[in-house]
């Protein structure tokens, strides 16, 4: 749900209106303070990415659908195929090749069990009945390493979804409404954080 700027600077500074230690940051107006509304905005982003990063897989679905062409390793269908990320990828919820009996289990590269998936025992490996998605980095961005299929050139993907970077765009980001709360209460803390001990804010942040 798209939600604007303005919205979440008057939530805010309703949030630290309401908390007795904050609130006076609403009553600072001086040129050597920084503007809060500044101050806000430069914090919404990286407190979205942070609540989105924590939150449940059951808060952010449905996501965003990934549509790129599958790669493959060795042969069409067999073995590992990489699935390339979008360029704002943040999360992936979910994906499912059509040889796959269930969606795959998502692990990042410094997982311990990524390394399994490159064992010559087929026993420790991703499977169609336990596949596996492996997030990391090659030269061209992040992609999936999907591991593993057998069923030869007629394998697609099925179904993948993704969280996107949140960003403000033309005034507006993109935020589960259910967390927008958690966002504007996460905003509030870290623009209190910067408050008291960013040089800028000058003689008010002591």
Same mark, same amino acid.
């Given at each position: 749900?798209?939600? *604007? ?13 309401? /908390? ?90 410094? /997982? ?6 490159? *064992?010559?025992? $087929? ?5 169609? *009945?336990?596949?596996? $998605? ?21 394998? #697609?993907?099925?179904? $993948? ?5 949140? #960003? ?39």
């Amino acid at each position: 749900m798209l939600f *604007s700027q303005q919205q979440l600077l008057s939530d805010t500074r309703i949030w630290l209106g309401h /908390n007795h230690e904050d609130s006076q940051l609403i009553a600072i107006e001086d040129p050597y303070t920084l503007s809060l509304d500044e101050l806000i905005l430069s914090k919404i982003e990286m407190a979205a990415h942070r609540v989105l990063m924590d939150a449940s897989w059951s808060m952010l679905v449905p996501g965003s659908p990934i549509r790129t062409r599958l790669a493959w390793r060795d042969s069409p269908g067999r073995g590992m195929a990489v699935l390339s990320l979008p360029d704002d990828f943040m999360r992936l919820l979910s994906v499912r090749l059509s040889d796959w009996k269930r969606p795959a289990r998502i692990i990042a590269a410094d /997982n311990p069990s990524a390394c399994w998936q490159s *064992s010559p025992f $087929a026993g420790v490996r991703g499977n169609p *009945s336990r596949p596996v $998605a492996v997030i990391t980095s090659y030269p061209s961005g992040m992609v999936a390493e999907l591991y593993s299929s057998t069923a030869g050139p007629s394998v #697609r993907l099925v179904e $993948a979804q993704y969280v996107p970077y949140p #960003r403000l765009v033309d005034g507006f980001i993109n935020l589960p409404e259910p967390l927008y709360h958690d966002v504007v209460a996460l905003v509030a803390q870290l623009t209190m954080q910067s408050y008291h001990t960013d040089p800028i804010c000058g003689q008010h942040c002591d």
